[in-house]
């Protein structure tokens, strides 16, 4: 019936593998959990040597790094049951009715549950993705189905194999970021609607600022491609908050002066998102800065 399909780098996942098989096994359903390491460092690789030999494990070691979009291609190919289950491996499973919660939609085409994050914030040079996950991410169902495509994330989803067969992550997206949105564009040129529900995982991400703020960077890098290749008209790219906001400006011309008013804020924009209370205003400004670098 189900293949969960976990992608880790870098990760400790026995804890998660664990609670996955204990819920999987309390419901009697036919499962397998598929995780493919892509090519961790050796002390994450023995930390996940005890989930190897688990009768419902099925586990691949990649020698060498593929990247987020293949290596769920990867996950998609290996499993063997009609509906496949995404998780990222930095997750926690914090509700007891998990698994159950998705079982109960089945059949389904796409089901997505969402995010959650713990109220203990991390130290002040990891603060700044910790803030963006729980003021942006954390979305109710409800909110997330007004626009359910545009919605989409890769982080905690059900999908068809079937469907998934015909759609898969474009490899030509490197590094972090949109290949949710673009995923959801295909979805949505296939008749595919994505149902929301409330049944989030905890994400436990731990990353610096530095680091967040080069994912941000690349992860624009990437829009403007997937901007490019399916033009205005598309009901997603649309309604992306960073290129409306760019189109605004262009429509008035006023690039130029944005372009001259973030040179004179960009280490103000930077002290903030560094600091102990980053702002969200501000990180659309980043954005947007970096954006109009690009687009000289």
Request: aromatic share 12%; hydrophobic share 40%.
């Amino acid at each position: 019936m189900l293949s969960i399909c976990i992608a880790i780098y870098n990760r400790d996942v026995s804890a998660l593998v664990s609670v996955l098989c204990a819920q999987a096994d309390a419901l009697g359903i036919e499962y397998e959990i598929v995780v493919i390491d892509d090519a961790s460092d050796e002390f994450y690789c023995v930390a996940n040597e005890k989930i190897i030999n688990l009768p419902k494990v099925v586990f691949v070691r990649n020698e060498h790094n593929i990247g987020r979009a293949a290596i769920r291609n990867l996950l998609a190919e290996t499993a063997r049951y009609p509906y496949l289950l995404f998780m990222d491996c930095d997750t926690t499973v914090t509700h007891g009715d998990f698994l159950k919660k998705y079982i109960s939609e089945i059949p389904a085409d796409v089901v997505s549950g969402g995010y959650e994050y713990g109220d203990v914030p991390p130290q002040k040079e990891n603060l700044l993705r910790w803030c963006y996950g729980r003021k942006r991410e954390t979305t109710p169902a409800e909110i997330r189905n007004v626009a359910p495509n545009a919605s989409f994330s890769t982080f905690n989803f059900l999908i068809a194999k079937e469907i998934f067969s015909k759609i898969t992550f474009d490899a030509t997206l490197k590094g972090y970021g949109h290949e949710d949105t673009l995923f959801g564009i295909e979805l949505e040129k296939c008749g595919i609607k994505v149902k929301h529900i409330d049944n989030p995982l905890r994400h436990d991400v731990c990353v610096s600022t530095d680091k967040f703020l080069a994912q941000t960077r690349n992860a624009i890098d990437n829009l403007l491609i997937i901007s490019k290749k399916f033009s205005e008209g598309n009901k997603i790219i649309d309604n992306i908050s960073l290129l409306k906001t760019y189109r605004k400006l262009a429509e008035y011309k006023i690039i130029p002066l944005y372009r001259f008013f973030y040179s004179m804020i960009n280490l103000l924009v930077k002290k903030n998102l560094y600091s102990e209370h980053p702002s969200m205003f501000m990180f659309d400004l980043y954005k947007l800065g970096y954006l109009v670098s690009l687009r000289k």
